[in-house]
């Protein structure tokens, strides 16, 4: 099964700026990984899905990379608003492209006004 | 857009008894549901895989005589924590994968179930 690192515990950054969130993995190449949201006391939330041939995926002020080679992906909030403050978890399939996913620990982002 | 929902969100059991959650695809057909666990401050881990009409695969370490999955039909699947003990208290979380499509990106959440064992 994967191993996943998500960088920080927390993160603080100030209302505008950029928030950049990490996600390590190790072992096999995965066919896809994903992010979530996840606020206090709910599911998570699917944001995006990236597969393992793109290099690059936007949506509205989020923007994902992934890079197979160093077996990373990163997470953009442009623009950030003291509404996108949640936990943001990386997810991988346990194989492959299993619908199993296992989930990185999160990053819980504070952004302030 | 597609919706899963749990029942209860939060439940209360006393010790020794038995507990019921329900995760439910309320517009789409859910071949396949999967149930996590999440313990304050951690990540989700996925307890087992269940698909509808037969036996729920249960991860490494997860008791399957201890929580008891049922996946009868393609919008429900329970979840039913037999003799609870005070360490059960967590966060249960089922996901739903509806049919076809490309298999990562048809996941969708419920809302989750907190469940207390006094």
């Known amino acids: 099964s994967q191993k996943i690192e998500q960088n920080s515990e927390a993160l603080n950054i100030q209302e505008g700026k950029t928030a950049t969130l990490t996600c390590n993995y190790t072992?096999?190449?995965?066919?896809?990984l994903q992010w979530y949201r996840q606020d206090p006391g709910r599911g998570p939330v699917f944001l995006l899905l990236?597969?393992?041939?793109?290099k690059e995926k936007r949506k509205e002020r989020l923007k994902v990379t992934f890079d197979t080679t160093l077996k990373q992906s990163l997470f953009h909030i442009t623009a950030s608003q003291p509404a996108d403050s949640a936990t943001y978890l990386c997810?991988?399939?346990?194989?492959?492209?299993?619908?199993?996913?296992?989930f990185g620990s999160g990053t819980q982002l504070t952004v302030l006004p | 857009g597609a919706v899963v929902s749990q029942h209860p969100s939060r439940v209360i059991c006393k010790s020794g008894t038995s507990v019921k959650i329900e995760c439910r695809s309320l517009?789409?057909?859910?071949?396949?549901m999967f149930w996590y666990r999440q313990f304050p401050k951690q990540s989700l881990m996925l307890m087992a895989t269940?698909?509808?009409?037969?036996?729920?695969?249960?991860e490494q370490g997860v008791e399957k005589d201890k929580f008891l999955i049922n996946h009868a039909s393609l919008t429900l699947s329970t979840l039913t924590v037999t003799s609870a003990h005070p360490e059960d208290s967590s966060f249960y979380i089922c996901?739903?994968?509806?049919?076809?499509?490309?298999?990562?990106?048809?996941?969708?959440f419920g809302e989750g179930s907190w469940l207390t064992v006094v």
């Open positions: 990236i597969r393992e041939n793109e």
């Open positions: 997810a991988l399939p346990y194989s492959g492209s299993a619908r199993q996913l296992t």
């Open positions: 996901s739903a994968s509806a049919r076809g499509g490309y298999s990562g990106n048809t996941i969708y």
């Open positions: 517009d789409f057909q859910a071949t396949t």
């Open positions: 072992n096999y190449s995965p066919a896809y």
């Open positions: 269940s698909n509808e009409g037969s036996k729920a695969t249960y």
